[in-house]
Each structure stands twice: as C-alpha cells, then as structure tokens.
Nanobody, 125 residues
Framework: QVQLVESGGGLAQAGGSLRLSCAAS????????IGWFRQAPGKEREFVAA????????FYPDSGKGRFTISRDNVKNTIILQMNSLKPEDTAVYYC??????????????????WGQGTQVTISS
C-alpha cells in the first residue's frame, strides 16, 4: 500500500521558518518525482516545489524558488520542504504527492498519482 505521510506542520509566527517532511513507502519511488502543493481555504491547490526522488532535479513555480527550498534527506529517505520568512498568506494545508517522472512541469495536480493526507501550516502575524 502506497503511503505518503507529511509531518512538520504547525503554528509559526510571521518571519519564522518551518521544515516539512514527506515520507514515502509502499513501493519504489526511484522513477518518481515528489511534489509539494498547498491549499488555502476557498482556493485551488497550488504547486510549491518538486524534486526527483534521487534529488538531482528540482522544480519550482515560474515565479521562482522564492522562500521555499525542496531537498532530499538521504539519511532519513524523506523529502524536505524548508520554508523561510513565512507570511500569514502561507497558511494552508500542505500536501506531498508522487508523480511518475515521464517528463513535464510537475506543477499540475493531475500529473500526480499518489497524495498524502496533508499537514496544516498556520502563520500568525
């Protein structure tokens, strides 16, 4: 059974940082890209960043990397989303997802086959 489990969400103050982790299990992900998306109340799910499972290739929105950095923790075999200089508008449920690496932008939800349950991030002003 494929599982993607997010952790590291919570409450932070504006200007602070949070580090989200995504643990994937249930199959080999060597041919997959892992992406992070977020969804605020009343808004569409938004692409944040993606990375190939081995960590060689990273993908960010056209607007650029910004304050968020995606990476791979080779020790824990997890995908990390480091979020810095947080703003209240970053408040959302953050999801990790897995897409088969067949070429694409990996910025669209329909490219992804597996999704985690999400972790809430709340930023206070």
């Amino acid at each position: 059974q494929v599982q993607l489990v997010e952790s590291g969400g919570g409450l932070a103050q504006a200007g602070g940082s949070l580090r989200l982790s995504c643990a994937a299990s249930g199959r080999s992900f060597s041919s997959y890209v892992i992406g992070w998306f977020r969804q605020a109340p009343g808004k569409e799910r938004e692409f944040v960043a993606a990375i190939s499972w081995g960590g060689r290739n990273t993908f960010y929105p056209d607007s650029g990397k910004g304050r968020f950095t995606i990476s791979r923790d080779n020790v824990k075999n997890t995908i990390i989303l480091q979020m810095n200089s947080l703003k209240p508008e970053d408040t959302a449920v953050y999801y990790c997802a897995a897409a088969l690496a067949i070429g694409g932008t990996y910025s669209y939800t329909n490219e992804y086959d597996y999704w985690g349950q999400g972790t809430q991030v709340t930023i206070s002003s």
